[in-house]
């Protein structure tokens, strides 16, 4: 070739090679002697696949002889895998002639080939994290052990695994499977018949017994034959594995606070894929969420455990404390009556002392009162027995019976209730209300007035206890209604930290609020609010 036609040619930055029909080389540019590293010297008068034989094989050949007889021109791909090249080659006839065009794409093929890697790896973990919280709310649905186990099986089933099976240590020293799912029916039945046959032992040397004596995970991608493992000695067994058809799996520990709780087992059977080091990781991050799970619930069921039994002491231990109290309370009042009877020829002083043992014994029987109240209300058991009540009448009733107790501690006690203020309430425990109000008031508000008012209007009644004792703290109203909460020191102020807990939880009951107005040195003002019919429902 000569002329124009050459030395267009040899500007050009692609490779160039002209053709006879028959594939031998008339003219190669210089980019192509810089593409393939051979001088076109060698190349001239050639077979053109003869002199890159690596690269153009049997599919080159046939599009360079379907062009060359066509003349219908054709652009494809080339990949050298040897030295891991590609190339976009373009074969058009021009005058008896085939031109082969040769531009080289490896660097778009490889920026491509890690896009691709990075779109997958991001859509891959897009997939673990839906479905790692998908896989967390189901594990908080529930707090029962094996419940928990069985959930989290068939979550698995299918997006990680064809099976799935969770194992857990026994306290025999023996496994126990306690879930399986299966994609297909009857295998999970089939599994487990295996393994009942041929149990898990802790101390195998490899498998679930090795994932929950050393807390390790164990990956296998890919079985080898059973023909060539140890159990070709057992034929029955190996017949029995073989129809498993388990071709890759994932063993992950459950662990948590040290301690391994169970063994995760992913299994491939019917689909076909094979794990990789990404499927491990998302099986050990659901482990991690399941050990996690199951011990919050071990706790949890721990913790109402404690709380039943320390219920169940509460409720025995006022129930007996009650009796002899109740006893003693008789038989005290009944001293005190003879007392009263002969009082001309009775010393003061022994008088005295029973009124004194007297108050101690109302106010044990008050604590002991208080106990059982907690016990009842945790477990659910504060019944209420509504009657058409007026609060203003009740509180008229009761105060009298604090004169003594007023008395003591140099409080003058103001009521004002004047009017009806009805409704549809438990007469007893409302007494409980205000007992534990005036009471709260007469203790902290010593030496000082104290107001009660009760009122009520259309939809509601109210009763108000007011002292001038020595105020709350803004930072301490927030934990005035918890149980056991005091907010003054125990060596001046007696008392369990119960009573306004106790008020909280029947007017909440009785479906209505507790209100206080406090500062420190102002005293504070507690405000029952109660709907006077009971709200539907």
Known sequence: ??????????????????????AVCLYVNPAMERSFGRPR?????????????DVLGEAFQERFHRVAQTGQAEEFEVHFAARERWFVKRLFRGHGRVYVFSREITAEKKQEATLRGLYDETRRAQRHAAFLAQASAVLTSSLDHDQILQRMALLTIPTLADGCAVDVPGPDGGVRRVAVAHVRPGMAERAQAFHARYPIRMDDAAGIGRVLREGVTEFVPELPPLIETELSADAERLRATEALGVRTFISVPLISRGKVLGALTLVNTESGRRYTQADVRLAEDLAR???????????????????RARDTFLSVASHELNTP????????????????????????????????????????????????????????????EREDL?????????????????????????????GPARGHWDRLRLEQVLQNLLSNAIKYGRGRPIEVRVGADAERAWLMVRDEGMGIAPEGQARLFQRFERLASERHYGG????????KQIVDALEGRILVESAPGKGSTFTVELPRQQRPG
């Open 325 to 384: 109290l109740t006893s003693l309370t008789l038989n005290v009042q009944a001293l005190r009556r003879d007392l009263d009877l002969r009082a001309p020829g009775t010393p003061d002083a022994l008088s005295t002392k029973v009124v004194a043992v007297q108050r101690q014994l109302s106010r044990l029987s008050s604590l002991v009162r208080e106990l059982l109240d907690v016990s009842r209300i945790t477990a659910g058991r504060l019944k209420l």
């Open 289 to 307: 969420r399941a050990a996690s799970s199951l011990d919050n619930g071990r706790l949890y069921m721990e913790a109402q455990d404690a709380i």
């Open 41 to 53: 010297a060698d190349l001239l008068g050639r077979v053109l696949w003869e002199c890159y034989p």
């Open 496 to 503: 369990l930290g119960l009573g306004l807990w106790i008020v």
């Open 390 to 418: 007026d609060l203003a009448a009740l509180a008229r009733e009761m105060v009298p019976r604090f004169s003594e107790e007023l008395a003591r501690a140099g409080c003058e006690l103001r009521l004002d209730a004047p």
């Open 1 to 22: 070739m000569a002329g124009i036609d050459t030395v267009l040619l040899d500007q050009l930055p692609e490779g160039v090679a002209v053709c006879e029909a028959d």
